[in-house]
Nanobody
Framework: VQLQASGGGLVQAGGSLRLSCAASGRISGVYTLAWFRQGAGKGREFVAAISWSGVSRPYADSVKGRFTISRNNAKNTVFLQMNSLEPDDTAVYYC??????????????????WGKGTQVTVSS
């Protein structure tokens, strides 16, 4: 399975960006999709996840109320709408897939496939 993220870029604080990630390859069954991010000199951290049904959508506390995750199962695609961006949101954003868990999980260890990441830079 391959994941390809896009939509990153440079934006001023308070602005918005929409990330997309398309999964391709031998995909079968239900699976969770998620976004993680890694800032310079920091570890990779959970941002948001969405279950196959879309009912379960956990978010990191730092992005609640500002970011929205959604998915299109017909196109094997996940989106991350990011509003009210802050300089602390600057990071490489990675999409990931978990093929073993029905509910959306926040643990990085559960995710089996990863995209290469897309850079998001928020200027102050």
């Amino acid at each position: 399975v391959q994941l390809q993220a896009s939509g990153g870029g440079l934006v001023q604080a308070g602005g918005s960006l929409r990330l997309s990630c398309a999964a391709s390859g031998r995909i079968s069954g239900v699976y969770t999709l998620a976004w993680f991010r890694q800032g310079a000199g920091k570890g990779r951290e959970f941002v948001a996840a969405i279950s196959w049904s879309g009912v379960s959508r956990p978010y990191a506390d730092s992005v609640k109320g500002r970011f929205t995750i959604s998915r299109n199962n017909a196109k094997n695609t996940v989106f991350l709408q990011m509003n009210s961006l802050e300089p602390d949101d600057t990071a490489v954003y990675y999409c990931a897939a978990d093929f073993d868990t029905v509910e959306a999980t926040t643990s990085i260890r559960n995710y089996d496939a990863w995209g290469k990441g897309t850079q998001v830079t928020v200027s102050s």
